[in-house]
């Protein structure tokens, strides 16, 4: 999900993507609680804000608050929200936009109907839409993208909400895992290239019923012991009624482009993305940058928590042993205070702590995902040797991020990104380790078993999946 910009607001387009996870359940007694669970185990896609609608068949209710999905939804809060339908949403803006007129679901009353959307991607053409629906007279009440959707919904000539949202789907372009929340039934729908995951599962329920969920990964079926059952496919519309589940293609599907990076960094590693699972592919990943870039050393450290499969996969391969050097306190919450003059440069040390006596005097490997503006790594390598490594090799499961996403995942402007503008030498320089290598992208899409092409690399190269409007004045400013 985006945030749009106010026409007259000069944004730059790429900072302003969002990560997301949805989620939805059909046919369930206690259907916003489950949501719930799903939403909680969602959490790590997204940490500004969460909500839930649900529909017990007449009305649609819902609750979207700023915050974590554990403090929003209290059990006087879930009881305001009953009904066998649910549709949750968790969100992380970047743009500085934590308005909570931008949380999701975000819901209405149009012709169609009322209807409640959640949206994990990136639209990439709704500022050129956005601009032709109020030319027209729509009246936006959130700076989000995904507000569009609801507004071509509404203007559709179709009767039905299936083909007005078979109408607007055709006009949006870009990355969208949606799923919609109408009085008596769920629509979830997906871009014809299949950006980001969504999939699909049944629960059992105790009468021999079983009820039909949806979620951006499947860590949240687990939690409530949910069966995976696959994918909603690229270019896929799957609608689920009271007269059952029917799935059509609204459109011929495109070019696969899942998002790499979703292997790489942000989905949890218990979950199965893209149906492939995620653990799998971090340690494979690892284990190719060991044959890659071999050093020698005396211990492998991850970067928790997002280097740790990779660097398993790399002690692994190269036989070196695998050390937990670098603690995580996971209750880092952003209510922290920061005694602002006491000590400089608290911020990484709140969260992460060296252990002297695994690194003292270690020739050390560190493992991490990714380097996006370089200032992390900087912090930790100098960590690493301040408790008393002789060498820091720093190694980095994917290729250098050159270019931003225009599909959901938060990167900064290309000015910001350290390998958009420096050589891999003068990374290492700025992140003060002795050496540093990056996986070859070759060795990324074996890591995830991608024989046909089906990825998204456009971070690392360049090369976008679809054509990208960017405004001048954007593209100036963020090549400046
Ligand atoms: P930096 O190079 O200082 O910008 O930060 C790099 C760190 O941020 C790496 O450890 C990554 O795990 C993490 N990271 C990379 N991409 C993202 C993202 N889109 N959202 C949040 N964290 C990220």
Redesign the pocket.
Known sequence: MQNLFDASEEVPFDKLHE?CGVFAMYGHPEAANLVYLGLYALQHRGQESAGIASSDGRIIYCHRKMGHVADIFTPDVLNQLPGKLSIGHTRYSTAGDTALRNAQPLSVACSKGQVAVAHNGNLTNAVELRRELEADGSIFQSTSDTEVVLHLVARSRERTLAGALRDALLQIEGAFSLVFLAEDRIIVARDPHGFRPLAMGRLQLGDGKEATVFASETCAFDLINAEYTGEVEPGEMVIIGPEGMTREFYTKPEKTAHCVFEHV??ARPDSLVFGKPVAESREMMGRLLAREHPVEADVVVP?PD?GVAAAIGYAAESRIPYKQALIRNHYVGRTFIEPSQAIRDFGVKLKLNPVRHLLEGKRVILV??????????RKIVRMVRSAGAREVHLRISCPPTISPCYYG???PSLRELIAANNSIQEIQEFVEADSLAYLALDSLSDAVHDRSGKFCYACYTGHYPTLIQIDENSLERALR
Do not use: L
Not at 368 to 377: A, E, F, M, Q, Y
């Open positions: 990560e960094y942000f970067v997002s991490d995902d990714s380097i996006v503006r370089g200032t992390t790594s995942v938060d990167t």
